[in-house]
C-alpha cells in the first residue's frame, strides 16, 4: 500500500554521515513504527523484549521445531520471538514488510539555527535566555514537504493494512522520525483516513498478563493538544523550558523525566511538537509508575498532574488522554486497555456512527 504524507512540522531521519539529511532514511521512520508498537503491545499485556535488561528477540529454529504451541505466534514467542520482532524483525528473522520512501521533501531553510525562549535564569550572577541551537547548512536541515510512504508485506500471512493504522495514529496524536523532542515529525496523511481495525485487530491477538511499569506502555502514557492562536516555533521551547521549572527543586527527578545532556545523556520523556494549523501543540510523553527517582511527594501521578495542570492554566488544553485516570477528557478512570486503544484509533466513533 503507498501512503502519501504532508508534513506539519519539519522532518528528520538522520543519515548515513552524522548530522546530515541529505535525504529522508526509511531507518528513521522504522525506529519510531517500532518505538510505538510496542509501547501498543505492552500496553495490551503482550510480549515485548527489555532493552533496558539487554535483551534481544533472535529465532531459535530449533526451539521452534519443538514447540508444541497450536498458533503460530505462540510458537515463535517460545522460539525467542517476542510479539513486535515477528513484524519489526530480529536476528535471525525476516522482518514481515519493506518500507520504502518516495522523497519529495526538500530542506527546510526556515529552520533557525538558534532559538531562545521567552524565559530566563540566572547563572554566574547574570540572567540568561534558555537556548537550543539547530543546523545552519541546507544538507544538515530537517526536511518539509511531500513523500510517500510504500509498504509491501514479505510474507502472505501479514497484512501491509497493520502498519498504515500504526501512521494513522501516529499523524492523529504523536510525529514520526528522529528528535520529536525538538518538535520535529508531525505529519498528515494526504489522501484521509487509513483503516486502524486492521492494527487494532492484530494488537488483540498479542494481550495478555505482562506488566511494564518501568517502560513505555500504553497504560504509562499520555496525549495532549493545546491551542496557541498564532504561536511561532518559539511557543515550543517556552513550554520545553516551563516544564522542566515544574522539576526545578528536585534535579534529578528533572533529569528522568526531562532529560538531560550531562551524566550520561538522558532522553527526555516528554515531547512537544512545534505549532501547527493555527497555533496547535501535541504534547505526550510517558511516565514510569515506578522510579527511584521518586521522593518526597512525587510518583507517577503527581508528576502527570504537575504537567496536566500547567498545560490546563497556560493553554487552551483540547485534549487529554491518559488510561485509567480521572485527568483523561474524553473516559475519565476507565480501565479497560482494549477500549481505550479503540478510542485512541477512532474506531469508537465509527461504532458510534454504526
Known sequence: MDVPITTLTPLWTGGIETGKVDRLHETGILGSLRWWMEALVR??????????????????????????????????REAGLCDVSQIFGATGWRKRFRLEIEDYTKSDSAVQPQIRAQRSYNKNGGNQNPTWYFPQNANEKPRSGALTLRIQSLHPDFKPEVIGGLLQFLADWTAIGARPQMGFGVIELANGRLDTQPLYDWLLTTAGSKSYHQLPSLRNIFLARIHLPGAQEQATFNLKYDLRRLFAADQPLRHFIMGTVRDGRIASKIKVSRPFGDGLLRVWGWIPEEATQYRDSWSGKTVAQAIHDHLQMNYALQIWREFNSLRDSVAPNSGDAAAFLRGLLGLEEADDAA
Open 43 to 76: 500496553g495490551m499485556g503482550g510480549e515485548v523484549s527489555d532493552p533496558t535488561q539487554n535483551e534481544r528477540s533472535g529465532f531459535d529454529k530449533k526451539k521452534y521445531d519443538e514447540s508444541k504451541a497450536s498458533e503460530e505466534a505462540a510458537r515463535l
